[in-house]
């Protein structure tokens, strides 16, 4: 599943063209290089998102067979493993 797609649906960016913005903006990173929204996605893939001033960290735990995923299921596809705050003297 594209990068893009998996974000929408599990939830961690809202909409599917914000996260090729995120994308776009080198906010997101997988596996610790940077990410291009059309990325592969796969089970054991970790993904960093830079919000702002958070980041977060989450391990992919199953891909979804569908591009539609209820509320309720869409944190069941990935583990959060770390969200920290980013002080602004590391956003520069």
Known sequence: MRLD???KA???I???SLA???CDANQ???N????????EVKAGDEI???KGNRLTT???LQIPAQKQVAKHDAANLYEVLSEKTLNDDLLN
């Open 5 to 7: 797609l998996f974000l």
């Open 10 to 12: 599990s939830r961690l």
């Open 14 to 16: 809202a909409r599917r």
């Open 20 to 22: 090729q913005k995120f």
């Open 28 to 30: 997101v990173k997988t």
């Open 32 to 39: 610790g290089t940077k990410a291009k929204s059309s990325r």
């Open 48 to 50: 960093e998102i830079k």
């Open 58 to 60: 989450v391990k992919v």
